[in-house]
């Protein structure tokens, strides 16, 4: 028979605890080198021997069982509730070797809590560079309990890992610290009113929220002056607990761990000195934003012109193979274009997606955090604000979720208020085909117009959150004092395969969401677009012959005439026109404004929408861009113009397009309040900034 | 015997004393204790945040917290 036990890892942020989990469960979740990565429970399965499996639980670090933010929380809500269906048989406690001291803080606790406990000592390819030595065994024996040795980097130590959770059992529960020696009188009257609960578990549930308050997580000035009283009693109780047990590890290590400073190489200094420089700190910081940029026009052209005419060529030669009929015309006119219209972004995305992974491996995150906490905090942000932000530029749900990790609640509503206008990923088609239509493809000092347009929206994006963060920061009042406290991970060398994994999880993430949708989107367009009520519709072809105006243009002229006739009191063109008025003012006609109204689901349906209006009724196999471009307004200039490219831009930039972000703004607010507030304002602005810059620039 | 925000850069310190009611508790969590080493790194601009090195641990602190920190410099 085979038996299902429950595992749970637990560390310090940044330790390997995703690492450890992948290794274990053959899962790819993220791993990052920050703090913070994970910030809500995963689950896995993976199998330990022949007849036992594991259920794997991957939590969010925290630095200790007195949790401050809500991430940590996680951790202590499941450990408390012993009929949590997660609560471990057993659980690893992942710890990195360079850190141990203050990871073995967190395992102490742990143990107390009377679960059996493994620890994992993560990282272990580094101690020779690092010049550590650690006595296992004496270890194992004052700690009480199987200690293994691991480096998911090199893969080594998972299988003796396995074998020690199979035989979880033996592993002593017995407490580190007696509870009696932080006080004496609190914890024996403690005793006297619970006599068969652990100590350390009810001064845990006594105590969770004294750092990370209920008050503050839902602001409700409810405490009385007795409990603020005794809690800053109960800080001073934590704060003791703290220091009797850096006293235990301190005296445990001193015997077991050792390291040779004279072996340790230094690349933290090094880099260091030059990346959080007062100076060149910040030009580093702008040069590699502007070489991303840069890079994600340069070296995706290629390969997006490739994708472009393939697309084409496979309507082409459906239109020819498949029998001519409607449903025919709806995979080549619907269906196949409105994918063309993502597919074609791949490259691009990936890219973004590569270089995001990057900067979050090399530990170089942190050092951004570093240089913008003072610059943020003007506007109610705060350093770790960056992350959210930066991640922001992939997309807004992940980088919403990420602000979990900020401890002062209006930091990180303000945060979760801000983010979605920074350029998330489903916002670069719709800037790169506009980019590509109306800004001039030339160099200004081997700098491109293009690529300088683009990185100007990323920047607009970001000044947008900073000057709307700094507006609600004046209107919300302050309740909490916020502080900050960030770990600066050691650099290192990016593991390809951890980029490699980010970057394909994304992109596939990314195409399939978005597949889904256009995949919908283009087929109720379609529909739309080739019905229509009335005798203007059936009639067109009738209707524009017997036109008087026609009369002297050329068949193919006549053709062209008789499709746009169509479209436009079609289902689509009458719901177009409906709006016209509302939307002609920022220069945009009713074919914009279908493709608008789509995008209000995902802003990334924009391309895919227009690719699919304009192949309706289309024979000629174009690209999309150019046939973008062939598109005119009744006084004969071209649609796209500079004008309405920028508007269009604008809008785009600032609308909140996005049912996902408003449904997980929703959750991590709990309420509706925030997303709708969002939602109003965001596409307040949106207008009225396209309509101001239409007007001036027409 | 200076608060921490007034350490010099490059300098190191023993940590004599902690306001507790002030001090957050990860930052003790992390190592901030009476007895410990700490080193001041580097500086942002307006010397806030941060940038120490307490005990192992390598952690950016704001001044505000910093001012909580009593310590006797040692080099
Ligand atoms: N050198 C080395 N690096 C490792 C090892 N295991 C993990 N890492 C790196 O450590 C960093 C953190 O790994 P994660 O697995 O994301 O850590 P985590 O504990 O899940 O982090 P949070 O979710 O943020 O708490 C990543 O950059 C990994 O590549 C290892 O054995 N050796
Ligand atoms: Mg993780």
């Not at chain 1, 934590?238 to 001193?254: A, G, S």
């Not at chain 1, 074919?591 to 209000?600: H, M, R, V």
């Not at chain 2, 930052?27 to 941060?50: Q, T």
Request: aromatic letters at 10%.
């Amino acid at each position: 028979m085979i038996k299902t036990i429950n595992i749970t890892l637990i560390g310090n942020p940044n330790t390997g605890k995703t690492s450890v989990f992948n290794a274990l469960t053959g899962l790819n979740q993220k791993v990052g080198n920050y703090p913070g990565i994970t910030v809500e429970k995963k689950q896995g399965t993976c199998k330990l021997n022949r007849t036992t499996k594991a259920r794997v639980l991957d939590l969010p670090g925290t630095y200790s069982l007195n949790a401050s933010s809500m991430d940590e929380s996680v951790v202590i809500e499941l450990l408390l509730n012993k009929n949590d269906l997660d609560f471990p048989d057993v659980a690893v406690v992942v710890t990195d070797v360079e850190n141990l001291k203050r990871n073995l803080l967190l395992f102490t606790q742990i143990k107390d809590l009377e679960i059996p406990t493994v620890l994992v000592i993560n990282m272990s390819d580094q101690m020779k560079r690092k010049g550590i030595s650690i006595d296992v065994e004496l270890l194992e024996k004052q700690l009480n309990t199987s200690i293994v040795l691991i480096s998911t980097r090199k893969k080594r130590g998972i299988e003796s890992l396995k074998e020690t959770l199979v035989k979880y059992r033996s592993i002593s529960t017995s407490p580190i610290l007696d509870p009696l020696t932080i006080d004496e009188t609190y914890f024996k009257s403690l005793k006297r009113a619970f006599p068969n609960q652990s100590l350390y578990k009810l001064w845990l549930v006594i105590t969770q929220d004294v750092n990370f308050t209920k008050l503050e997580r839902q602001k409700v000035p409810d405490s009385a002056e007795f409990k603020t009283q005794s809690q800053s009693y109960l800080k001073k109780f934590q704060q003791r607990e703290t220091i009797k047990r850096y006293q235990i590890i301190n005296k445990i290590l001193k015997e077991t761990y050792h390291v040779n400073k004279e072996n340790a190489t230094d690349l933290r200094s090094r880099l260091d000195n030059i990346l959080i420089h007062k100076f060149w700190g910040y030009v580093i910081f702008f040069v590699i934003l502007l070489s991303i940029f840069q890079a994600i026009f340069d070296w995706s052209s290629i390969p997006m012109d490739l994708i472009d005419s393939t697309f084409v060529k496979l309507s082409e030669a459906l239109n020819d193979y498949l029998p001519p009929g409607v449903l025919t015309n709806l995979i080549t006119e619907g269906v196949i274009p409105g994918l063309g219209g993502i597919v074609i972004f791949i490259p691009q995305i990936a890219f973004l997606f590569f270089f995001i992974s990057i900067l979050e491996e090399t530990g170089y995150m942190s050092r951004v955090v570093f240089l913008m906490d003072r610059g943020l905090r003007r506007y109610g942000l705060n350093g770790k604000s960056v992350i959210p932000l930066i991640s922001g530029t992939a997309c807004a749900i992940p980088a919403v979720m990420a602000a979990r990790n900020i401890e002062s609640w209006k930091e990180r509503l303000i945060t979760i208020l801000v983010v979605p206008f920074t350029t998330c990923s489903a916002r670069l088609p719709v800037y790169l085909i506009l980019i590509s239509l109306v800004i001039p493809n030339q160099r200004f000092l081997g700098i491109s117009y293009q690529g300088l347009t683009l990185m100007g929206l990323y920047f607009l994006g970001f000044l947008m959150a900073i000057v709307s963060a700094s507006l609600m920061n004046k209107i919300l009042e302050t309740s909490t004092k916020s502080y900050f406290v960030v770990e600066m991970p050691n650099y290192k060398l990016p593991l390809l395969k951890n980029v490699g994994i980010t970057v394909w999880e994304k992109t596939r993430a990314f195409v399939v969401e978005a597949g889904k949708i256009i995949l919908a989107i283009s087929i109720l367009l379609w529909v739309m677009a080739s019905h229509g009520p009335g005798v203007n519709f059936s009639n067109a072809e009738d209707l524009v012959k017997t036109n008087a105006e026609y009369k002297n243009i050329s068949p193919d002229e006549l053709e062209t005439k008789i499709a746009s006739y169509r479209l436009e009191h079609s289902y689509i063109g009458i719901l177009g026109k409906s709006i016209e008025p509302a939307i002609a003012p920022l220069g945009y006609d009713w074919k914009i404004g279908i493709a608008l109204i789509s995008s209000f689901a995902a802003r990334e349906v924009f391309v895919g929408t227009l690719a699919t209006i304009y192949s309706v009724g289309n024979d000629s196999q174009e690209t999309i861009k150019n046939k973008m471009s062939a598109e005119i307004r009744p006084d004969g200039s071209p649609l796209f113009n500079l004008a309405s490219g920028i508007s269009l831009m604008l809008f785009y930039a600032f609308a909140m397009q996005c049912m996902s972000t408003l449904a997980i703004v929703k959750k991590e607010t709990n309420g509706w309040k925030w997303p709708l507030i969002q939602l109003v304002a965001m596409t307040f602005i949106a207008y009225f900034a396209a309509l101001i810059v239409y007007q001036i620039l027409k | 015997m200076i608060s921490l925000d007034k350490l010099g850069l490059g300098k190191t310190a023993i940590i004599e004393s902690i306001e507790t009611d002030f001090l957050p508790l990860k930052l003790i969590e992390m190592g901030c204790l009476p007895g410990n080493e700490v080193s001041l790194l580097y500086l942002a601009p307006f010397r806030d945040p941060m940038y120490l090195k307490i005990d192992e641990a390598h952690l950016a602190i704001r001044t505000e917290v910093a001012k909580y920190i009593m310590v006797k410099p040692i080099s």
